[in-house]
């Protein structure tokens, strides 16, 4: 089992953010998840919200076409982080990535087919070289959709919050996806039983209890995404 950091390890840096990143890296953890948006002059960028005040403190949305990244520290919570972090592109977090062994890019919602295209699109573009590390992750099918019919050299993975059950596994299937992403109060022993029958890699998220870590590392899973990466580092 592989103990992926969530948008870098948000329990102990700050969120998706190069420190954050190399922060993982320092920890000697491989394995990292973290969000990307793209903005509406095409640049893909790695944040979670679609508004930067929950991480800055200062509202604006990531959509806004007169926006500058580097107006916007995302250590609104971490007081004591000296280093200033702002809104990282993906190519930026890329170069520091590039020896990781498993990268699970998750790709927000968008509102229309055509955005999914256009994004996934660009995704490929930029992800090239990365063909072995990455799984792209959505909630969104439209995502999912796009990477399907453009016949993605990517490793693709649905991501499951809402209790459907086994139509999670059957979704995930007609989607062409090889891995499927269980909040954790989801990840039921049934849930995982199905995903294993359904030969899905899986990862749990967002899991910082040791002992639950433990328990889902004896029920097989591939990937335990988790806010405190360095706890689990030194007890599992």
């Not at 990244?69 to 007081?79: A, G």
Request: glycine share 6%; aromatic share 6%; charged share 25%.
């Amino acid at each position: 089992m592989q103990i992926i950091g969530h948008r870098g390890a948000r329990g102990e840096a700050p969120e998706n953010t190069l420190g954050g990143f190399r922060y993982l890296r320092d920890l000697g953890i491989r394995a990292v998840e973290f969000d990307i948006r793209q903005l509406n002059n095409d640049q893909l960028v790695i944040i979670h919200d679609d508004n930067f005040l929950r991480t800055t403190g200062i509202a604006g949305s990531v959509y806004d076409q007169d926006l500058d990244l580097q107006q916007f520290d995302h250590r609104k919570n971490w007081r004591h982080w000296t280093q200033v972090e702002y809104t990282p592109s993906l190519e930026q977090v890329l170069r520091l990535l590039h020896d990781f062994k498993h990268i699970e890019v998750e790709v927000k919602a968008v509102n229309h087919q055509v955005e999914a295209d256009k994004l996934t699109q660009r995704l490929a573009q930029s992800l090239e070289g990365f063909e072995q590390q990455v799984t792209i992750t959505s909630f969104d099918e439209k995502i999912l959709t796009s990477l399907q019919q453009q016949n993605s050299p990517f490793k693709r993975g649905l991501l499951i919050e809402e209790d459907i059950k086994a139509l999670a596994i059957e979704i995930a299937e007609r989607l062409g996806c090889c891995h499927i992403g269980w909040m954790d109060q989801l990840a039921s022993p049934e849930m995982l039983a199905l995903s294993h029958q359904a030969k899905l890699n899986i990862s749990v998220w967002t899991v910082n209890n040791v002992e639950r870590a433990k328990q889902l590392r004896d029920q097989g899973i591939q990937g335990l995404i988790t806010d405190f990466p360095k706890r689990m580092l030194a007890q599992l």
